[in-house]
């Protein structure tokens, strides 16, 4: 591990991370992690629909034994704020997802290493000292994709994220015309020696032929469930009736996400799809929230909206680029700050009073 870098003292928000970050990232790196799908229209409404929403506080509340402590999966976290997956870390600093765990734990918080991770299972395993799950692409050869499980399961990983909205890459725009690529020594480690995808032939689709065709449905969440003894979540909801089946099969949960507006454009901004996931399932499952969050406020927002938690990514990577595990726990504790002074000045002293009566409806 590096050593820690210093934090500059005018970062007081996850926007001046941002800003510090793109002096930190090449044109390369920032490309990747900043970029979306398109005319990139889903990126914006994620941050948009935040801004949207108002909050209504209540005056005079009694605060006492005010906290954020938050119940997901059988775990008590100290509050809903955890890291998402986000591949080749390496891009951002040398440490890697290294540095997302030990940030992580020391602010206690939960984290999900991405199937394209910089790192190995194994590593990442023996240095978190936090709950961490494992996200999961089903990859073509199922047989890999179980013995990638089986691994995650050994190193300890608590649950399995299976991300289900990119059985391809979005259209990228911005990475197309960068000429995006991965630099030496930054690969998915834990992908190495899966079987190559089949090329397409002469006047087939790419798309269709060659990637969609192994794509993963409905029978490979129901082949999964039958094998692995962690809990489940799908991520990558937006359909209310999508939610709906996935509690039908058995998931342990549900991540309401658009993949950060990097796959389909113009999809809805995944705090403007909460509500109706929440209603049609009706506090069956946990819902987390993914997607745009960027303050205390949005925080509160998403919890008053049905989330039990939320994920942040890009700011998180952006604390990596500037101060490595620092700046990733740092990135945290200004979050959980602010989400504590919303609750406080909301007059909401805990997560259970957080509700929608805290939305101003216009």
Known sequence: MNAAQPIPPDIVSLGDYERY??????????????????????LRDNRDAFDRLKILPRVLTELAGGNTRTELLGRTFEHPIFLAPVAYQKLAHADGELAMALGAAAMRTGTILSTQATVSLEEFGAIAQSPWWFQVYIQ???GFVRALIE??????ADALVVTVDAPIN?????????????????DAVNLRGQPAMPMPGPGES?????????AATWRDVEWLLSFTKKPVLLKGILSPEDAAR????????????NHGGRTLDTVPASIDALPRIADRIAGARP??????????TDVFKALALGASAVLIGRPYIHG?????AVGVAHVLKILRAELEATMALAGCPTMAHITREAIWRS
């Not at 790419?206 to 192994?214: E, G, H, P």
């Not at 819902?287 to 205390?296: A, C, K, P, S, T």
């Open 287 to 296: 819902l987390l929230l993914d997607g745009g969050v960027r303050r205390g």
């Open 151 to 156: 691994r995650a399961e050994s190193a300890g």
């Open 21 to 42: 970050a793109r002096t930190r990232l090449d044109d390369n790196a920032w490309t990747y992690f900043s970029g979306g799908a398109a005319d990139e229209q889903t």
């Open 246 to 257: 996935a509690v039908s099969l058995g998931v342990a949960g549900l991540i309401v996400s």
């Open 140 to 142: 073509p050869d199922r």
């Open 170 to 186: 979005g259209v990228r725009n911005r990475e197309q015309r960068a000429g995006f690529r991965l630099p030496p020594g930054v």
């Open 320 to 324: 990596l680029a500037v101060a490595g």
């Open 206 to 214: 790419a798309v269709f032929n060659a990637v969609t065709a192994a």
